[in-house]
């Protein structure tokens, strides 16, 4: 472990400009505070039948590997290989161009080679030219191979658990190669060592146990959203009563479970509930699929389908027409593209249809699964809507586009055309910041911990220095976005490089904005702090 | 408007004396030389912009070997400010305020580009002696450049002056990295706080911000415990 306080002013002013002399393969990890997560716990690997269950520490010497792992990494190395084809072409095609080297956030904010994607991906691709091609069985370091060494192991781990999984690098690849697919296979395999860790392990164990990551029990679940209604009756001077698990309701309603939780994400859920109730939806919360989130996707594709099973369940169980998802990040990566190979064909449910503007959302034919920018601003469009955008005016805010509603759903324009409908002043970052091309908040994939702050702190300085640079050349104070760990996180990143600069979900200034029939004036906002200009009157 | 001014040995120009405002919020304590632009305007100060290149790359290499070996290879490379933000906030950050050196006045805009620098180092796992040593290194990087020059008695003041100056800058670069550290601790803190706030806000075991009441409507609440 490195100290903080070892290097002397005449160790420093001894400059050497050369090249290091060891290549990569030769450069052993060394594992710096602040970088890493802490292993997961037996407790919760247990909980959900993964191997190699007991408590270990990443810093420690000895990880306590089962005495066969290098047989056991290189056997699910071998199933994977066979099982999914675009893991072997990941291994075989890059040509090491460098497109993608110097688009990792976490590369571009802490300057570590292995953090280059292409140096990343080339750390198990060296495993598997070694065991899986003839070149690299026979002709070893001259064909790029390398033996799976525990060495090896701890630094594959080391850099398989700095990657975010947000796909910035493949949108730059002229293959196509997809290094979260990568990383994906990469942490699958650690798994088979009960190598997780605890920010990601814990909670799966929550969800697999009740239902979401944050174990909020039912009973917890429904006095949060009474909270929220109670502060939302301050604002409007209208009572929401939302329902639970209700059978026979058109929409099942699925959020992340973290806007039930912490703010500012609790603004956002207050927002769904105000429209909600403007609309007179016929849906239902569930306290059972409770967590659109799914951080078993960062532990196994099986992981990932177990904890994603509740929700189609919970829609058959009830008897909804369609699901409507909230604001959260991966959590449509895994609606769009896996859930409905996962645990489909859904087909005891309808197409969606808009119940207020008759709109069939044809994107969610297979799902049934409709996103609730897409929800929103098909209302808007169709003039559903009664807004005031002039209760956001005290704010001036950029679009944070989230790694995974833009890049793994396409979800670009649909939440910019709701922002300008609810504000008045709204501000794009850079091009090459925002949109496919988006920045990530270097803390996805279930690196949102505390002790690896540092790193999260440089993998998001891509990403903050966008928004100090509008915060100077457009007073910008609020960023707004639709993912729930980017809410958590980006607030913690605003903190330490933009200080000024609030987070928000959108739909906290859809509620900001909506004018409900029957409210009162407003003079706060939702977060019951006073809007500027519209005091309340004693 | 007219300012008031002093003289002082090492400007020829005009200066604001002692008002000590040009430190941001923190509590400054450089020597007041840094607050005018140590070598504006000086014989010194034509002689170092004449040689600005070279102490500029030496001043940039000097805080590139202070990361990891390799790891700041990408950030010599020329990249706009959002393809390449950290090698590009360092750069011309060193630039700026190496200008600000030789310029007048030395003002809060200096904090602002030292602040940007030293925000980076803060977080790249560094001793605190690795990441701020560069600003040290700017004195053994001015005198090598001088050379010989730096024998010639009026130059000899002022380059006196000049690092004087410097040392300013590194309590100033001090003040930032501690404030750093800090906030790395209260994020920490914080994102604590934010997870368990609403939780026992509903347990009414807290007392409300932002006005909020410190107890709950009704009683539909049916949990008491801190969860």
């Known amino acids: 472990m490195a100290s903080k306080f070892s290097a002397t002013p005449e160790e420093l002013s001894k400059i050497d400009h050369n090249p290091p002399k060891k290549g990569w393969m030769d450069t052993p990890v060394e594992f710096k505070e602040h970088t890493f997560c802490w292993g997961a716990k037996g407790k919760n690997l247990a909980a959900l039948e993964l191997p190699n269950a007991r408590d270990w520490s990443p810093a420690d010497e000895d990880w306590k590997l089962p005495e066969n792992w290098q047989k056991i990494f290189l056997d699910g190395m071998k199933e994977r290989l066979g099982k999914y084809r675009s893991f ?23 300057g570590d080679p292995k953090n280059m994607p292409v140096l990343r991906a080339e750390l198990l691709r060296s495993i598997y030219r070694r065991y899986f091609t003839v070149s690299g069985r026979m002709f070893g ?14 630094e594959l781990w080391y850099y398989y658990y700095q990657c975010t999984e947000c796909r910035r690098c493949s949108v730059f690849c002229p293959y196509g190669i997809d290094q979260a697919e990568i990383t994906i296979i990469g942490r699958e395999l650690f798994n088979l060592l009960g190598l997780n860790i605890e920010w990601i392990a814990g909670p799966v164990a929550n969800c697999y146990r009740v239902g979401n990551h944050v174990g909020l029990e039912p009973h917890t679940i429904t006095s949060s959203v009474e909270f929220f209604c109670d502060d939302i009756e301050d604002v409007t001077g209208i009572r929401i009563n939302p329902t639970f698990n209700r059978k026979g309701a058109e929409i099942l309603f699925v959020a992340p479970s973290g806007d039930l939780f912490a703010d500012p994400g609790t603004y956002t859920a207050m927002g769904y ?24 996707f960062f532990t196994s594709n099986e992981m990932g389908k177990r904890l994603n099973a509740k929700i189609y369940a919970e829609a058959k169980r009830l008897g909804v027409k369609w699901i409507l998802g909230g604001e959260c990040g991966h959590m449509w990566r895994v609606l769009h593209q896996y859930m409905d190979t996962w645990n489909g064909p859904a087909d005891f449910m309808e197409v969606p249809v808009s119940p207020i503007t008759g709109t069939r959302f044809e994107n969610a034919k297979s799902t049934k699964m409709v996103h609730i920018a897409e929800f929103t601003a098909d209302l808007i469009k169709h003039g559903k809507l009664k807004l005031d955008p002039s209760r956001n005016n005290h704010l001036n805010v950029t679009w944070h586009d989230s790694c995974n509603p833009s890049r793994a759903m396409g979800l670009l324009d649909e939440p910019r055309y709701v922002l300008k409908s609810v504000c008045n002043n709204f501000y794009e970052m850079p091009e090459n910041t925002i949109r496919e091309k988006t920045f990530c908040c270097g803390s996805g994939t279930g690196l949102n911990a505390s002790e690896n702050i540092e790193l999260r702190m440089r993998g998001g300085f891509p990403r903050a220095n966008a928004v100090k640079h509008v915060r100077d050349a457009h007073g910008v104070n609020m960023m707004s976005c639709i993912c729930a760990i980017d809410r958590a996180t980006l607030k913690a990143l605003m903190e330490y490089w933009v200080p000024d600069v609030e987070i928000s979900g959108l739909h906290e200034l859809v509620g900001n904005a909506l004018i409900m029939k029957g409210e009162k004036e407003r003079t706060l906002d939702l977060r019951l702090v006073p809007l500027p200009g519209k005091a309340a009157k004693e | 408007m007219a300012r008031p001014t002093n003289t002082n040995a090492f400007s020829d120009s005009a200066v604001v004396p002692g008002n000590g405002n ?20 000086t014989a010194l100060g034509r002689i170092l912009r004449d040689k600005k290149k070279a102490i500029l790359t030496k001043w940039l290499d000097a805080i590139m070997v202070s990361f990891p ?65 560069f600003v040290f290194s700017l004195k053994r990087i001015i005198r090598e450049e001088l050379g010989a020059e730096q024998a010639d008695r009026q130059l000899s003041q002022q380059l006196t002056d000049l ?20 906030r790395i601790y209260e994020i920490k803190a914080n994102e604590a706080r934010r997870a368990n706030f609403r939780l026992l806000q509903m347990a009414d075991r807290i007392d409300s911000v ?11 609440l049916t949990i008491k415990e801190e969860r």
């Open chain 1, 88 to 110: 072997r072409l990941f291994m075989d095609i890059c040509v090491r161009c460098g497109a993608c080297a110097d688009k990792c956030h976490f590369f571009i904010g802490g």
């Open chain 1, 141 to 154: 370091r001259a064909a790029r191979a390398r033996d799976l060494t525990i060495d090896v192991l701890k």
């Open chain 1, 273 to 296: 509930l105000m429209l909600f109730h403007e609309l007179g939806l016929d849906y239902t919360w569930s306290t059972y699929a409770s967590e659109g989130g799914n951080f078993g």
């Open chain 2, 22 to 41: 040009n430190c941001g919020q923190s509590a400054c304590h450089a020597p007041e030389a840094q607050k005018e632009g140590a070598a504006a305007g």
């Open chain 2, 69 to 133: 070996s390799g790891n700041s290879t990408h950030f010599r490379i020329k990249g706009d400010q959002f393809t390449n933000p950290t090698g590009s906030t360092i750069s011309s950050g060193l630039e700026a305020i190496f200008e600000g050196l030789l310029s007048s006045p030395f003002k809060a805009k200096n904090e602002e580009l030292l602040d940007g620098i030293v925000r980076i180092m803060a977080v790249q796992d560094l001793a605190p002696s690795q990441s701020l040593s």
């Open chain 2, 163 to 182: 690092e004087s100056a410097i040392d300013g800058l590194t309590l100033s670069a001090f003040d930032i990295f501690m404030k750093c550290r800090e």
């Open chain 2, 210 to 220: 932002n006005g909020r009441r410190t107890a709950p409507k009704g009683n539909k």
